[in-house]
Each structure stands twice: as C-alpha cells, then as structure tokens.
C-alpha cells in the first residue's frame, strides 16, 4: 500500500550497493558445482566452492542484489524466527536445540567474514526488545528463553517485566519483553556485495536474469536448462531459500516457513527521534500470525 506521493520503491541498501551486473552472459557447458541463487547464502557457497579449486557458475533469476539479502532490516541474530519450544516441537530437543546453535555461530561467522573479507558492512550495536502482546504471548518468550539456558544456546534472551520496559524504553501497554542487549546491525547490501566480490575474484562465473526452468539427472551429473542456455554439473547447491519453487519443489521441505513483513519510514529528523526516545533501541513486536502456524507477523522500529 503507496501512502505517499513520493513513495520511494527501492530498498535503501541499493543506494550504497545498486543490482549488480553478472560477469558472464551464458553458462559454461560443464562446471563441477552449480549454485542456484546468488543471495547471501549463494554467494558463500560459490565463495567456497571456488577457494576448494573446483569450476562453479551461479544462476541467479533476477537482477544480482535484487532479492531479500539487500531488502531487509539489516539486522544481525543469534537465533531463528521460529522459538526454542517451536523448534523443539518441530525437530525434537537435539535437533532443535543444534538448529538453534548453528543460527548463534552464524554471529560470528558473518564477523569473522567482515574481517578476512576486509568488508566495512557498518556492523553496529543496540539494545533490542521483543514486546509482549498478552500475558499468555509474554509467558511463551519467557519459556523459550528457559528452554534456551537448558540447552546452552546462548542468543543473549533476558525476560523484563512490563515495569521494567517502560522505565527503561518510556513504552506502555505491553505484558513484558525479551531484551537482547548489545544486538548488532549491518548494511546488508554492502555484505553482500563484499561476498560476491571475493567469489568472483576466486573464479566463481555467475549469470544474472536467468532461472533455472528445469533440472534432469544424467548418468554424468545433472543437466540443468536456462534461458541462456544449459550447463552440465557435477554437483547442485541450491541456495533459493524463500524464492524457492519449481523446478526445487521438493527442497521446500527443508524450510522453516516465517513471514516477515518490513516496512521503512521516510528519514525521519534527529530532533523527531530524540524526542521520542533518548536511546537507540530496536523494538520487535513478534505475534505469530495464528497459533502454531510457524509465521510470524514482526513489525520492527528502530529508535
């Protein structure tokens, strides 16, 4: 929905990382690894496949830049959209409770990544709060936040009470909160961009505006076909994430479904936001959209 006349369309991380063009025009017949999807996730993996010294192509359906790694909040979590008892229903305790390490160790992946990468991403730290709605949406948190403490999984979860959210944010009406201190932001465009560069520079060919419409298994490999032509690989990675759909249908049971909707004001006035808030802080309000659905309808402010 267009609220105002000057609604801008594009995602402000493109004015510091615009789409990127692709450094080839069609595939190579043949490589050992081909990536589908050239977000973040696409872009690691072409990064590793191409430092292990092995030919790989990536075939990205939109412009690179254009999908979801440069059109989010620029936020930097330990954990998952989903809670630790969502997860632990869904996976058992041991594969929840590892699912929920690997999200914590992505922290400091994505760091160390910035540093050997030499990638000024503008990571920087804030307090962050997830609102309780209702006493009954505040006891979940809090029992997410004991299953986490259990199991070890160290996202940094501390449960406040409604007093404590409004002496320390000025906000009221809420049943409680989860704050995260020392929560870290980044500009995503620029991460992304720094990764896509060092895959490149180790070898990586990749190929924009250019889906893949189908994939058959040969006795030599897999034989996928694109507009631009077809390429033959050894091995497949596909790293489409929420964009994927056919012909990957079948990958779709490996995602954990969140909706995540996020939405920007224009700049809004230093003197406006200082007389609001005296702190820099992130408010979350993570509801889910119906009980045990998965997804969650988060409205994010960053004060």
Known sequence: ??????????????????????????????????????????????????????????????GIGSGSSRRNNGAIVPYLFQKQYELEARFGKVQGT????????????????????????????????????TDKHREKMYHSCALQAESSVNTGWVPISAEDLQERTGLSGYAGSIFVSNSLTFHPGIYHQGVIKAAEDAGAV??????????????????????????????????????????????????????????ATEPLPDGNKAAQFAARHLLVDSSPTSPGSGQVRTANAFL
């Open 1 to 62: 929905m267009v609220i105002t006349s000057n609604f801008k369309p594009t995602s402000y991380w493109w004015e510091a990382a615009p789409i990127g063009p692709a450094n080839a025009v069609t595939p190579p017949p043949g490589v050992d690894v081909a990536v589908v999807g050239y977000g973040i996730t696409g872009a690691h993996a072409a990064l590793a496949v191409a430092r292990a010294g092995r030919s790989v192509v990536v075939l990205e359906a939109d």
């Open 98 to 133: 590892e699912i929920a390490r690997i999200a914590v160790d992505a922290v400091d992946f994505l760091l160390e990544t910035c540093d050997e990468l030499g990638i000024h991403a503008q990571v920087r730290g804030f307090d962050r709060y997830f609102l309780a709605l």
């Open 206 to 263: 990749t190929v924009a505006y250019n889906p893949v419409t189908s994939v058959r298994s040969t006795t030599n490999g897999t034989l996928l076909s694109t507009p631009k032509g077809q390429v033959l690989a050894k091995d497949v990675i596909v790293a489409t994430n929420g964009y994927t759909g056919a012909p990957f249908n079948y990958a779709k049971d490996g995602l954990m479904s969140v909706r995540i909707y996020n939405s």
